[in-house]
């Protein structure tokens, strides 16, 4: 048993996607998330400086005694997850996009990715893409101004679903059966995405794999925390 709590970062408010997949499936642990706003979108950071911003938050949630870190953002995690492990002996957990499952189920061979630039041109996701997905197309689309939109409230409505239609245009046009939300902050825009989609698409998103990955590591090395002791801090 560890009471100590679990640390999880993003950019914004995209990781409380995967916060709440945590805290349905974990209802005993701590936890505290920390929105790097000021850093914000880490997109358009260079590889070094989103390595030096998760570097940097992990240092602070060991000095909170955590006792695991989930980079709750792909493009941290593409980037920085690596560097990370080699640098410290927590544990980590992290978000990628979701290609294997989609690569598996798509029937059509084609399958979609919404990400950002960061997450798109990182050497993980080109591996990932090597490792699963031989064979299948993968349409690639940059998520331009998502992230800021969302972070300024704007989830639905006239320019997010004009801008959505374009994105998701060249996947629908080559037919793609699964749209893989490689983003955090994306999970807010399903809503309008039913909007535009044909019911054949479907959207995959793994904030609850992530979750349930934290509950075997939390398992593997004894580190539930015992009942009651539930809390969620926010910066
Ligand atoms: N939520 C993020 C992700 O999963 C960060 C996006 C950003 O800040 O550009 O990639």
Known sequence: MDNAPIGIFDSGIGGLSVLNEIASLLPNENLIYVSDNAHAPYGALSV???QERSRILTQWFLEQNCKIVV???NTATTNAISLLRNTFEIPFVG???????????TKTGVVG?????????SDLFHQTVKTY????????QEGKNLVTMIESGVTDGETMEYLLHE????????????LVLGCTHYPFL??????????EVTIVDCSPAVAKQVGRILEKN???ASKAQKGITLF
């Open 48 to 50: 070094k400086e989103i």
């Open 71 to 73: 980079v709750a953002c």
């Open 95 to 105: 978000i990628e996009p979701a290609i294997k499952p989609a690569a598996i189920h």
């Open 113 to 121: 990715v919404l990400a950002t630039k960061g997450t798109l041109a």
């Open 133 to 140: 997905a031989g064979g299948i197309d993968i349409i690639e």
């Open 167 to 178: 994105y998701v245009k060249p996947m629908l046009d080559a037919k793609a059966d699964h």
């Open 190 to 199: 399903i809503p309008c995405l039913q909007k535009i989609l044909p019911n």
């Open 222 to 224: 004894q580190l539930e």
